[in-house]
């Protein structure tokens, strides 16, 4: 780890566009660092930081780390797609308890210390809504439209409504597919930073903390489950399967729509519904 002496120095706050030799140099010099140091030299260094959140393990160690470092955290946002599990919901709301967090929406002054921001699909409110709106079993017929509707666009509008510039992801490159060469820091193509503190981080690793650190987690974890997003494309994983293995299964996909390129996904998706949403 460095010394706060041989430290390099970078421009605080990072600009943006940020240089591609700057990046490299930030690369290297994080990756020498531990999860925590990352998460404090993100809070230091980058632009109007926020946490984008499934309350997967991953993202609950990076909220129980700075839940120690600091009494004013990044606030988290929560792409509520409307088919997360029951499980998980409990969970949303065990974390809220636990950490001390306050439901907060855009342009409630009123709300104060450390807030959770929940987004959902344009329009829609419950999975009725959703239907009515784009058909029953969408994730099925076009799953590149799902995926925009429930993950992205929610997404896009909660970085608008707050002017983020910087997110902190739960993603590990242990996880592999498209994460397997998993940097540190990383920019997308709509300039948005992201943050990966536990890039380096195993799944057992990753266990041991939260084991280790009483940190809340979802009752799933218990029945076979590894990486757990919405009922309907989820499934147990088998013995000496990868961690994501339960995840879209028997689909080439690896990831939901956030971390895939912005611009391809939504011009690929239908992003008119088939009707409106009463």
């Not at 076009?142 to 997110?167: I, L, Q």
């Not at 597919?177 to 503190?197: C, H, M, V, W, Y």
């Amino acid at each position: 780890m460095s010394s706060s002496k041989t430290a390099p120095v970078f421009p605080k706050p990072l600009p943006s566009p940020l240089p591609e030799d700057l990046l490299a140099s930030i690369n290297a010099h994080l990756s020498t660092l531990g999860p925590e140091d990352i998460l404090q030299w993100g809070l230091e260094y980058l632009p109007n930081l926020y946490q984008t959140t499934a309350f997967g393990l991953t993202g609950l160690v990076a909220i129980d780390m700075l839940s120690k470092m600091t009494d004013s955290p990044p606030p988290l946002i929560f792409l509520d797609t409307l088919y997360h599990f029951q499980e998980t919901y409990e969970l949303v709301e065990e974390v809220k308890k636990r950490y001390g967090y306050v439901d907060a929406k855009h342009g409630d002054g009123k709300v104060s210390g450390k807030r959770i921001y929940i987004y959902r699909p344009e329009g829609c409110e419950t999975p009725a809504d959703f239907e009515e709106k784009y058909g029953e079993q969408l994730w099925e017929k076009d799953d590149a439209t799902y995926d925009f509707a429930v993950k992205v666009e929610p997404a896009r509008r909660a970085y608008e409504h707050f002017d983020v510039k910087s997110v902190i992801t739960g993603r590990r490159a242990s996880q592999g597919a498209d994460r397997a060469n998993l940097q540190p820091l990383e920019i997308d193509s709509t300039g948005l930073f992201k943050l990966n503190p536990l890039f380096a981080w195993t799944f057992p690793f990753v266990e041991w903390y939260v084991s280790g650190n009483n940190v809340p987690r979802n009752k799933l974890l218990d029945q076979g489950y590894k990486s757990i997003g919405d009922w309907h494309s989820t499934v147990k994983v088998k013995e000496g399967e990868g961690e994501r293995d339960g995840r879209w299964k028997g689909k080439e996909k690896t990831e939901c729509g956030l971390h895939v390129d912005y611009y391809a996904l939504k011009a690929k998706a239908k992003t008119e519904p088939i009707s409106a949403c009463a």
